[in-house]
Protein backbone atom coordinates (compact mmCIF):
# COMPACT_ATOMS: atom_id res chain seq x y z
CA UNK A 1 0.00 0.00 0.00
CA UNK A 2 1.59 3.05 -1.08
CA UNK A 3 1.25 6.04 1.36
CA UNK A 4 0.86 9.79 0.41
CA UNK A 5 1.40 13.26 2.28
CA UNK A 6 -1.27 15.26 2.48
CA UNK A 7 0.38 17.94 -0.04
CA UNK A 8 0.49 14.88 -2.36
CA UNK A 9 -3.50 14.97 -3.26
CA UNK A 10 -2.73 14.58 -7.37
CA UNK A 11 -0.21 11.94 -6.91
CA UNK A 12 -2.89 9.95 -4.30
CA UNK A 13 -5.76 10.55 -6.36
CA UNK A 14 -3.94 9.55 -10.08
CA UNK A 15 -2.95 6.24 -7.97
CA UNK A 16 -6.24 5.37 -7.01
CA UNK A 17 -7.45 6.03 -10.67
CA UNK A 18 -4.55 4.41 -12.36
CA UNK A 19 -4.91 1.12 -9.61
CA UNK A 20 -8.83 0.93 -10.44
CA UNK A 21 -8.78 1.30 -13.93
CA UNK A 22 -6.27 -1.70 -14.63
CA UNK A 23 -8.76 -3.71 -12.32
CA UNK A 24 -11.67 -3.12 -14.35
CA UNK A 25 -9.80 -4.33 -17.00
CA UNK A 26 -8.42 -7.64 -15.48
CA UNK A 27 -11.73 -8.41 -14.12
CA UNK A 28 -13.28 -8.79 -17.67
CA UNK A 29 -14.73 -5.17 -17.12
CA UNK A 30 -17.12 -6.47 -14.63
CA UNK A 31 -17.60 -4.81 -11.34
CA UNK A 32 -15.94 -6.80 -8.45
CA UNK A 33 -17.68 -7.67 -5.58
CA UNK A 34 -16.57 -6.29 -2.88
CA UNK A 35 -14.30 -8.99 -1.18
CA UNK A 36 -12.44 -7.82 -4.55
CA UNK A 37 -10.93 -4.65 -3.58
CA UNK A 38 -10.29 -6.06 0.40
CA UNK A 39 -7.60 -8.15 -1.07
CA UNK A 40 -5.76 -5.20 -2.60
CA UNK A 41 -3.98 -1.94 -2.44
CA UNK A 42 -6.81 0.89 -2.47
CA UNK A 43 -8.86 -1.32 -0.12
CA UNK A 44 -7.59 0.75 3.24
CA UNK A 45 -8.31 3.60 1.11
CA UNK A 46 -11.73 2.52 0.40
CA UNK A 47 -12.26 1.86 3.94
CA UNK A 48 -10.97 5.02 4.73
CA UNK A 49 -13.18 6.85 2.41
CA UNK A 50 -16.34 5.49 4.38
CA UNK A 51 -16.33 2.01 2.30
CA UNK A 52 -16.61 3.91 -0.97
CA UNK A 53 -15.79 1.68 -3.97
CA UNK A 54 -15.93 3.97 -6.78
CA UNK A 55 -12.58 5.56 -8.20
CA UNK A 56 -14.67 8.95 -8.95
CA UNK A 57 -16.52 8.98 -5.29
CA UNK A 58 -13.33 8.71 -4.01
CA UNK A 59 -11.37 11.34 -5.69
CA UNK A 60 -14.33 13.49 -5.33
CA UNK A 61 -14.42 12.74 -0.80
CA UNK A 62 -10.70 13.38 -1.03
CA UNK A 63 -10.76 16.52 -2.80
CA UNK A 64 -12.81 18.13 -0.34
CA UNK A 65 -11.74 16.56 2.65
CA UNK A 66 -8.34 18.30 1.97
CA UNK A 67 -9.61 21.07 0.30
CA UNK A 68 -6.75 23.16 1.48
CA UNK A 69 -3.76 20.91 0.30
CA UNK A 70 -2.06 20.19 -2.34
CA UNK A 71 -3.08 21.45 -5.59
CA UNK A 72 -6.21 23.79 -4.76
CA UNK A 73 -7.99 24.07 -7.99
CA UNK A 74 -7.92 20.09 -8.36
CA UNK A 75 -12.05 20.46 -7.67
CA UNK A 76 -12.74 23.89 -8.32
CA UNK A 77 -11.13 26.98 -6.68
CA UNK A 78 -13.06 28.33 -4.14
CA UNK A 79 -13.71 31.92 -6.11
CA UNK A 80 -15.42 29.95 -8.52
CA UNK A 81 -18.18 28.68 -6.61
CA UNK A 82 -20.69 26.28 -7.73
CA UNK A 83 -19.90 27.22 -11.56
CA UNK A 84 -16.27 26.62 -11.39
CA UNK A 85 -17.39 22.74 -9.88
CA UNK A 86 -19.81 22.36 -12.06
CA UNK A 87 -17.89 22.73 -15.13
CA UNK A 88 -15.17 20.11 -13.73
CA UNK A 89 -18.28 17.81 -12.66
CA UNK A 90 -19.62 17.96 -16.78
CA UNK A 91 -16.22 16.57 -17.76
CA UNK A 92 -16.30 14.49 -15.01
CA UNK A 93 -19.56 12.88 -16.31
CA UNK A 94 -18.51 12.67 -19.80
CA UNK A 95 -15.00 10.51 -19.16
CA UNK A 96 -17.36 8.20 -17.48
CA UNK A 97 -20.36 8.15 -19.73
CA UNK A 98 -18.50 8.88 -23.23
CA UNK A 99 -14.72 8.41 -22.79
CA UNK A 100 -14.19 5.59 -20.34
CA UNK A 101 -16.83 2.63 -22.05
CA UNK A 102 -14.89 2.56 -25.61
CA UNK A 103 -11.89 3.47 -24.56
CA UNK A 104 -11.63 0.52 -21.30
CA UNK A 105 -13.25 -2.17 -24.24
CA UNK A 106 -9.94 -0.91 -26.56
CA UNK A 107 -7.58 -1.87 -23.34
CA UNK A 108 -8.89 -4.52 -22.66
CA UNK A 109 -8.66 -6.18 -26.25
CA UNK A 110 -5.41 -5.26 -26.84
CA UNK A 111 -3.59 -4.76 -23.35
CA UNK A 112 -4.84 -6.99 -21.42
CA UNK A 113 -6.66 -9.80 -23.35
CA UNK A 114 -3.11 -10.79 -24.60
CA UNK A 115 -1.65 -11.37 -20.94
CA UNK A 116 -4.81 -13.51 -20.13
CA UNK A 117 -4.49 -15.99 -22.61
CA UNK A 118 -7.55 -14.50 -24.51
CA UNK A 119 -7.93 -13.80 -28.32
CA UNK A 120 -7.70 -10.13 -29.32
CA UNK A 121 -11.62 -8.88 -30.64
CA UNK A 122 -10.51 -7.15 -33.72
CA UNK A 123 -14.16 -6.24 -34.10
CA UNK A 124 -14.62 -5.08 -30.93
CA UNK A 125 -11.37 -2.75 -31.09
CA UNK A 126 -12.59 -1.36 -34.34
CA UNK A 127 -16.31 -0.98 -33.33
CA UNK A 128 -14.98 0.85 -30.28
CA UNK A 129 -12.08 2.99 -32.22
CA UNK A 130 -15.28 4.25 -33.93
CA UNK A 131 -17.30 5.73 -31.17
CA UNK A 132 -14.00 6.92 -29.02
CA UNK A 133 -12.78 8.79 -32.38
CA UNK A 134 -16.13 10.84 -31.85
CA UNK A 135 -15.62 11.37 -28.61
CA UNK A 136 -11.88 12.77 -29.41
CA UNK A 137 -13.17 14.89 -31.77
CA UNK A 138 -15.57 16.85 -29.32
CA UNK A 139 -12.35 16.59 -26.99
CA UNK A 140 -10.23 18.28 -29.31
CA UNK A 141 -12.21 20.70 -30.37
CA UNK A 142 -12.56 21.74 -26.73
CA UNK A 143 -8.89 21.81 -25.68
CA UNK A 144 -8.77 24.27 -28.88
CA UNK A 145 -10.89 26.83 -26.43
CA UNK A 146 -8.95 26.46 -23.38
CA UNK A 147 -5.80 24.49 -22.04
CA UNK A 148 -7.71 22.43 -19.91
CA UNK A 149 -10.93 20.36 -20.21
CA UNK A 150 -12.67 22.53 -17.60
CA UNK A 151 -10.80 25.86 -17.54
CA UNK A 152 -7.35 27.19 -17.52
CA UNK A 153 -6.54 25.28 -14.22
CA UNK A 154 -5.43 21.24 -14.20
CA UNK A 155 -8.36 19.59 -12.62
CA UNK A 156 -10.04 16.51 -11.46
CA UNK A 157 -11.53 16.58 -14.72
CA UNK A 158 -7.97 16.18 -16.46
CA UNK A 159 -7.17 13.59 -14.33
CA UNK A 160 -9.93 11.48 -14.66
CA UNK A 161 -8.71 11.18 -18.08
CA UNK A 162 -5.46 10.24 -17.70
CA UNK A 163 -5.43 6.45 -17.22
CA UNK A 164 -7.16 4.82 -19.63
CA UNK A 165 -5.36 8.17 -21.72
CA UNK A 166 -2.15 6.59 -20.30
CA UNK A 167 -3.03 2.79 -21.37
CA UNK A 168 -4.40 3.84 -24.68
CA UNK A 169 -0.84 5.59 -25.54
CA UNK A 170 1.84 3.46 -24.01
CA UNK A 171 0.38 0.27 -24.38
CA UNK A 172 -1.85 0.24 -27.15
CA UNK A 173 -0.98 0.65 -30.94
CA UNK A 174 -3.75 3.23 -30.75
CA UNK A 175 -1.93 6.31 -29.34
CA UNK A 176 -2.76 8.54 -32.73
CA UNK A 177 -6.68 8.68 -31.12
CA UNK A 178 -4.35 11.38 -29.17
CA UNK A 179 -0.84 12.03 -30.42
CA UNK A 180 -2.40 12.55 -33.96
CA UNK A 181 -5.03 15.54 -32.37
CA UNK A 182 -3.39 18.61 -32.57
CA UNK A 183 -5.08 20.05 -29.19
CA UNK A 184 -5.37 16.67 -27.59
CA UNK A 185 -1.79 15.79 -28.07
CA UNK A 186 -0.73 19.08 -27.05
CA UNK A 187 -2.88 18.32 -23.92
CA UNK A 188 -1.47 14.52 -23.23
CA UNK A 189 2.11 16.46 -23.20
CA UNK A 190 1.19 18.70 -20.53
CA UNK A 191 -0.47 16.16 -18.17
CA UNK A 192 1.38 13.10 -18.71
CA UNK A 193 4.72 15.09 -18.00
CA UNK A 194 3.63 16.75 -14.62
CA UNK A 195 5.51 15.16 -11.57
CA UNK A 196 2.66 14.06 -9.72
CA UNK A 197 1.43 11.77 -12.80
CA UNK A 198 5.04 10.52 -13.45
CA UNK A 199 5.32 9.78 -9.75
CA UNK A 200 1.99 7.47 -10.13
CA UNK A 201 3.23 5.63 -13.30
CA UNK A 202 6.79 4.77 -11.58
CA UNK A 203 4.66 3.59 -8.51
CA UNK A 204 3.09 1.16 -10.96
CA UNK A 205 5.79 -0.37 -12.73
CA UNK A 206 7.73 -0.80 -8.69
CA UNK A 207 6.69 -4.43 -7.89
CA UNK A 208 4.65 -5.48 -5.21
CA UNK A 209 5.71 -8.12 -2.51
CA UNK A 210 3.47 -10.84 -3.22
Known amino acids: MHTFAKGQIAEALGYILGVTSAYACLAGKRKPKRSYYLRRPISLLCVW???LTESRAIC???CDQYADSGNQALFGKKEDGAVG???IEQWIESEGQSFNPPSLAIIFQLAFAPMMGRTTDLAVVEQNEAKLAKVL???DQRLGESQYFAGDDFSLADLVHLPNADFLVNR?????????RKNLARWWDDVSSRPA?????EMQSTPRPS
Do not use: F
Open 49 to 51: CSS
Open 60 to 62: RYI
Open 85 to 87: RAA
Open 137 to 139: DVY
Open 172 to 180: TSKAGLITE
Open 197 to 201: WKKVT
